[in-house]
């Protein structure tokens, strides 16, 4: 059994940086590959951002590139999404995962745990 808890969300203005967190627990502690997703009101969850087991490599979303960071503590178990230059279009529900299968990982089906969700909302 796995078990994943976000946290860090909140309600900031435009150009604010805020950082999420994701503690992994049980089988996703030594998952493979973790990212963040998100998910808008009326649209599809999509990757953010995905980092590999060892930290080696990461994957960014177009949309956030140059603005976020994802990085990974093998030692606590743990992920973290590093957000600045926040606008109103990074408003959704953050939700962290830990791949079932080794190596990059990108897509969604790749994904087996999953976290509850955070809200981030950026508003003036």
């Known amino acids: 059994q796995g078990h994943l808890v976000e946290s860090g969300g909140g309600l900031v203005q435009p150009g604010d940086s805020l950082r999420l967190s994701c503690e992994a627990s049980?089988?996703?502690?030594?998952?493979?590959?973790m990212a963040w997703f998100r998910q808008a009101p009326g649209k599809e969850r999509d990757i953010v951002a995905m980092?590999?087991?060892?930290?080696?490599?990461?994957f960014y979303a177009d949309s956030v590139k140059g603005r976020f960071t994802i990085s990974r503590d093998s030692a606590k178990s743990a992920v973290y999404l590093q957000m600045t230059s926040l606008n109103p279009d990074d408003t959704a529900v953050y939700y962290c995962?830990?791949?079932?299968?080794?190596?990059?990982?990108?897509?969604?089906?790749?994904?087996?745990?999953w976290g509850q969700g955070t809200q981030v909302t950026v508003s003036s």
């Open positions: 995962a830990a791949a079932a299968f080794p190596g990059y990982q990108t897509a969604m089906a790749a994904y087996k745990f």
């Open positions: 049980g089988r996703t502690s030594s998952a493979y590959a």
């Open positions: 980092i590999t087991q060892k930290g080696l490599n990461t």
